[in-house]
């Protein structure tokens, strides 16, 4: 009976053992093989960053170099205590978990431990993984240590919120920050890993599960494993992507055609699919923010180095760019970005989302100031000068500055053609800027403004029923939440309107209680009632 083989999963069996095999941290590694080659070996490091991107395993790697190193200064892997350290009996190579001990027992019990010198080696070393969860107490009994420690200690302390660490600690840690892995060293490295298992694998698949792996490593090593499990030795994008319950990308560029064409049917079919497949709207949105921004890049740079993305997709990209204006890929963009901040607090964010599709393929397409320039002037009988540039870059100015002459212009486009008017009657026309703004519509710029979306009073967007007078603004709802929430904030509230529309309106927040709300309310506090009843009495009888 033939003995079977035991399942490692690729995080660990691809784990790397030398500098060389880290990915994406060449700053870091280079440093710390330097540091051993100058013999400048510090007594406590910090290794911080994201999780999965190679912290504890460049602590393994440190460690063993430390104290057995080639000529090359990489850990020696024929070594003993790197044998030990494989099978998990090194004594001179402590791995802690700083989750699970995290009290100051523990410390205490690593303290005494610690003045014993090493067995094999030159240095006895400590890895405290996770070592922001230690309690304040257990940090107290560390930090005698790692300020004075015996010559042949080093500790390496990996975790993933330094911010919680003390400053005490930091400040006695040479730092070292861990950075999320590139989109291209993530597929390299899975590709190397399929060819090395005899597995085929497309480009598509590759992007997808790095791109799901969000930075991290093992992250996509672990979803690499999943397709694997479910697509077996032959991994197509197709299927990868059904089993993961991604949106396809094409899926982003079925939008954009229907968003082009202007065809509000095909988004009520995309936006019907995207609900009976279960997708997830807010992320959907933002996969389409991104396909927006991707197509952005190829128009105003003329080339695909900046989309993370396979070759087939990146031709889709040029093709689709010959159809988008700059100018209408930054309006769609702030649509999107701005329903993608709505959807978190959205009632029913499936119909947001649509609506926000619909609002996008309803769209007219912008000109550019030159084409409206050209028109305008052939209205009036002449043309655009030869050297034309400077007046350009002076109009482009003041069309910023000032929306309301862009309407004015853009309206002169549905001039009958029977009709040219002279130089005089088209300025007669052109309306004058709307110099007063009313408090309603300070309102209405406010609560769209960008900076209010994820801000604490971000939930006045969900008030419906507002009151202006002359100089206060009145918020009714019958939310309890709502109102509670409003009302810690008012004057953070009061503050945000202030500095976004210049205005001074005081702002009131008033509950509406229902009549049977507020009947079932005295119901469930009779005592309340007796209380307020014996008030009511007390006044009256002071009044007489």
Request: charged share 30%; hydrophobic share 35%.
């Amino acid at each position: 009976m033939s003995e079977s083989k035991e399942f490692l999963v690729t995080a660990r069996k691809w784990r790397p053992r030398l500098y060389s095999d880290v990915v994406g941290q060449e700053h870091i590694t280079k440093t710390l093989k330097n540091s051993i080659s100058s013999d400048r070996v510090h007594h406590a490091y910090l290794f911080s960053g994201p999780r999965g991107v190679g912290k504890t395993t460049t602590a393994r790697i440190h460690a063993i170099a430390l104290n057995n190193h080639t000529d090359d200064y990489e850990p020696d892997l024929n070594s003993e205590l790197a044998k030990q350290l494989g099978e998990g009996r090194a004594m001179d190579i402590i791995e802690i978990d700083g989750a699970s001990n995290n009290s100051v027992d523990d410390v205490r019990r690593l303290r005494e431990n610690a003045k014993y010198p090493p067995v094999n080696g030159k240095y006895k070393v400590y890895i405290i993984d996770e070592v922001h969860m230690l309690s304040d107490s257990a940090f107290n009994a560390l930090l005698k240590i790692i300020e004075e420690p015996p010559p042949h200690l080093v500790f390496i302390l990996a975790t993933t919120e330094p911010q919680k660490i003390p400053a005490t600690i930091l400040s006695r840690c040479q730092r070292y920050n861990f950075r999320r892995m590139e989109i291209e060293e993530i597929v390299e490295q899975l590709s190397m890993i399929a060819n090395a298992e005899g597995l085929v694998i497309d480009e598509e698949s590759l992007q997808i599960i790095a791109r799901k792996g969000d930075g991290s490593m093992r992250d996509s090593q672990s979803i690499f494993d999943q397709a694997i499990a479910f697509c077996g030795r032959d991994i197509k994008y197709t299927e990868l992507a059904s089993a993961l319950n991604l949106i396809d990308e094409m899926f982003y560029f079925r939008i954009s055609a229907a968003i082009i064409n202007h065809d509000i049917k095909e988004i009520f079919a995309i936006s019907n699919e995207i609900v009976t497949h279960g997708y997830d709207v807010k992320e959907c949105m933002s996969g389409l923010l991104e396909h927006f921004r991707n197509t952005l890049t190829v128009v105003t740079t003329t080339k695909t180095d900046l989309i993370k993305t396979s070759k087939a997709f990146k031709a889709k990209y040029v093709e689709f760019a010959h159809n988008m204006a700059k100018a209408d890929l930054l309006r769609l963009m702030d649509l999107a970005s701005r329903t993608e901040n709505d959807l978190r607090f959205a009632s029913s964010p499936s119909i947001k989302f649509e609506t926000a599709l619909v609002q996008m393929a309803s769209m007219d397409k912008a000109k550019d100031i030159e084409t409206l320039l050209k028109e305008v002037m052939k209205l009036n009988g002449a043309e655009l000068p030869a050297n034309s540039e400077p007046e350009k870059k002076k109009i482009d100015l003041v069309l910023e500055e000032s929306p309301v002459e862009y309407k004015a212009v853009d309206k002169k486009e549905v001039i009958t053609e029977n009709v040219v008017p002279r130089q005089e009657t088209v300025e007669e026309e052109i309306p004058p800027p709307q110099i007063q703004e009313s408090l309603q519509e300070k309102w209405n710029r406010f609560i769209t403004h960008d900076s209010l979306s994820g801000t604490d009073i971000a939930m006045v967007k969900e008030v419906t029923d507002v009151e202006f007078g002359n100089e206060n603004i009145i918020l009714t709802t019958h939310v309890q939440f709502i109102y509670e929430n409003l009302g810690s904030h008012i004057r953070q509230l009061q503050s945000e309107f202030t500095d976004i529309t210049g205005s001074k309106a005081k702002i009131e927040i008033v509950k509406v209680v229902k009549e049977e709300e507020e009947t079932e309310e005295r119901e469930k506090h009779p005592i309340e009632k007796k209380i307020i009843s014996e008030f009511k009495a007390f006044e009256e009888k002071s009044q007489d």
